[in-house]
């Protein structure tokens, strides 16, 4: 409710004061009691019981003491403003912590007010303060938002409308290059495949607005799954590789030790590197030398680190905290093709959504490092949510699905759509809390392995393993470009002694793991 | 039903002939219209054996239009191929889902196209196969 409302209806503003000194609740008591406009008060001594109020009802404002029986200083207002982040504070302090007021403006209070110095009018004139305040940096907020909502859906819209004629472009083009309007003499035929090169490069851009439109409003997706990053790293290279070359560029890797998988989204991993790697191109000239680099992250073990370095101009100092930010351009870039400025932002999404860290080191004119984080795999991490309940580890059985090419005329496009056709055909037959479709597919010649984790016994597990072997049965595509078999592999039951949880969940995953290797074996 | 004939729904005229021109090139013959109501007027009159629909319509959304096609009994065993610019995965999901044979991302890989055209005909013409897809498996 904002202060005019209040202040015109003369309905009685509703304060909570949290404050263990008796006195000087009195003191607020005594300095509202003057005034002609009614306050409604209510008391709290310990934060604990100041939240619980909270809960029940929300106050106006919320008069603060930051040093508490079971909270102090800044922890105070930040406890409050997670509870309550639409109720204005106003912080109660000594005389001489100016400086901890300011922080506790900082961290989320609307003003503070010196007890010592305090009278009614100085008191009423901070809580409106506050009140109003809190209104309009409320109302800012939320127009910032109107506003930003409003440029992603533009975006969105625009990057939507600007795919369609450039598919009609480069549907065309392939029928030319096809030869389905006549023959072509070698100079159009080098026309025609620049046009479809800079159509698939105009696409590349478009793709990335949609990437940072749907960052923006937290809609970009990822699919983690146990990844090998050296194979990431591979296809990385043997994309951008040429690129380097023409460039005169040097692209290496240096992976080293050995790095356990990761948990994350090849396709978004493939992503980052693509994006950093293309950064690092515009600012490295001939010459120079681009390193891809992989280790075992020295802050976390559980988390590997990730580096692209070059030997280009560098960032300047003053420039290094704006290089993730939407739009960001470097000026001095080695290239005229300097992209939209997107890169790096939808880099750091990704790297974050995966629960990673992004980061750049520059030195000017020597060159930069990107560095990134991103988790290890942990099959415990992954499926104690399903197997673990009410603390004790409860009984699975592991339920393979293998599918196979049906022919030699499955063309690799198509083979790509039937097996993404039967995942989602097999998450479909899954109960979204007692089965977990486990991140390992086993990539054999010419068939694959999914293994889904069930939480249920052998005949439960039975149950599952029919449905989806009725579902693929009635999918038509799947029918015709693939043959499957559904089974099921019993795990080996607990061990008799006692262990903890963890310990038991660690054995369990081990068989996991082995059960599945064996069945890749088979 | 038209074993050679095949329904093109876009309101991209363009796209839609260079699709047409692909397609007459493997002796299929085209039909196209550019919004929903007409295309399945156009399917009703002409049962094509498979319908390429664009999910971003004048009139409705593409889903929406599946839906009204699957309403029609005659229509039933016409194959939807869903075309669209946009692949994420929700959509993919949902056209699936819904009925869709197969979802292609535009500009169309016209390789995959056309592979997916001859597995739907194939379907029909050999009663193997048909059987197989309306068979259901005893649960």
């Known amino acids: 409710m904002s202060l005019s409302t209040i202040m015109m209806n003369e309905t009685a503003t509703q304060v909570l004061v949290v404050d263990d000194s008796a006195a000087d609740r009195n003191l607020v008591r005594l300095s509202l009691q003057a005034s002609t406009h009614p306050y409604d008060l209510e008391y709290a001594e ?10 029940k009802r929300s106050p106006h404002i919320i008069l603060l003491d930051l040093n508490l029986p079971d909270s102090q200083g800044n922890e105070t207002v930040q406890r409050v403003t997670d509870k309550a982040p639409d109720v204005p504070i106003l912080v109660l302090t000594g005389s001489d912590d100016d400086h901890m007021a300011l922080e506790a403006v900082r961290t989320g209070a609307q003003d503070y007010i010196v007890k010592g110095k305090m009278d009614g009018y100085a008191l009423t004139r901070a809580m409106n303060h506050a009140i109003e305040r809190h209104q309009v940096l409320g109302a800012l907020r939320q127009s910032r938002q109107t506003q930003l909502d409003f440029k992603d859906k533009f975006l969105s819209h625009v990057s939507h409308e600007l795919r369609s004629p450039l598919a009609c472009i480069h549907q065309f083009v392939e029928v030319m290059l096809d030869g389905l309007a006549g023959p072509l003499t070698a100079k159009e035929r080098e026309y025609l495949q620049s046009i479809l090169r800079n159509a698939g490069q105009l696409n590349n851009l478009i793709n990335d607005l949609l990437d940072a439109a749907s960052a923006n409003v937290g809609k970009l997706t990822i699919e983690p799954e146990r990844v090998e990053a050296g194979d990431v790293i591979g296809q990385a290279v043997l994309m951008l590789g040429p690129k380097a070359k023409t460039r005169g560029v040097n692209l290496v890797t240096r992976i080293a030790p050995p790095i356990p ?12 590197f693509i994006n950093l790697v293309e950064n690092a191109l515009k600012f490295t000239d001939a010459g120079g030398e681009i390193e891809m680099r992989a280790s075992i992250f ?12 070059d030997t280009g101009r560098g ?14 351009q470097e000026q001095n870039a080695a290239s005229s093709r300097q992209g939209l400025g997107l890169g790096l932002t939808i880099c750091k999404e990704l790297v974050e959504q995966h629960g990673g860290h992004i980061w750049v080191e520059s030195n000017l004119g020597k060159g930069s490092v990107f560095s990134f984080t991103l988790p290890t795999f942990s099959l415990p991490a992954i499926v104690s949510p399903i197997l673990v309940r009410e603390g004790r580890l409860q009984q699975a059985t592991l339920v393979a699905i293998e599918i196979a090419r049906g022919s030699q005329t499955v063309t690799d496009e198509l083979w790509e759509l039937t097996r993404r056709r039967c995942r989602a055909i097999v998450e479909r037959c899954m109960l979204p809390d007692k089965d977990l479709l486990l991140p390992y597919t086993l990539a054999l010649e010419r068939r694959e392995m999914m293994f889904v984790l069930a939480c249920a016994d052998a005949p439960g597990a039975a149950v599952l393993e029919k449905r989806i072997l009725g579902m693929l049965f009635a999918a038509p595509q799947v029918a015709n470009s693939c043959v499957y078999d559904v089974s099921c592999i019993a795990l080996p039951g607990m061990p008799a002694d006692k262990r903890q949880l963890e310990e038991q969940l660690e054995w369990v995953c081990e068989k996991l793991e082995k059960a599945i290797q064996k069945a890749g074996g088979s | 039903m038209n074993l050679s004939k095949v329904l093109i729904v876009d309101d991209n005229i363009d796209l839609a002939q260079a699709l047409e021109v692909r397609l007459c090139a493997n002796d299929y013959q085209t039909l196209v219209a550019r919004d929903g109501s007409s295309a399945v007027a156009l399917a009703l009159d002409e049962m094509p054996f498979a319908i390429l629909l664009d999910l971003h319509l004048p009139d409705e959304d593409g889903l929406a239009v599946m839906q009204r096609f699957r309403s029609f009994p005659e229509l039933s065993s016409v194959q939807i191929i869903v075309v669209s610019a946009d692949c994420s995965p929700v959509t993919q999901h949902k056209a699936l889902e819904q009925g869709a044979h197969a979802f292609l991302e535009k500009p169309v890989n016209h390789h995959l196209l056309l592979h997916t055209l001859r597995d739907i005909q194939m379907r029909s013409t050999d009663p193997e196969h048909l059987k197989a897809t309306t068979h259901t498996y005893p649960l």
């Open chain 1, 315 to 328: 960032i300047n100092p003053e420039n290094l905290k704006l290089v993730f930010d939407r739009l960001y």
């Open chain 1, 298 to 309: 020295a802050g976390d073990p559980t988390f590997v680190r990730f580096s692209i370095a």
């Open chain 1, 261 to 272: 998988p990761l948990q994350a989204d090849p396709r978004r991993l493939l992503q980052i």
């Open chain 1, 46 to 55: 310990r934060l604990s019981e100041g939240l619980d109020k909270l809960e």
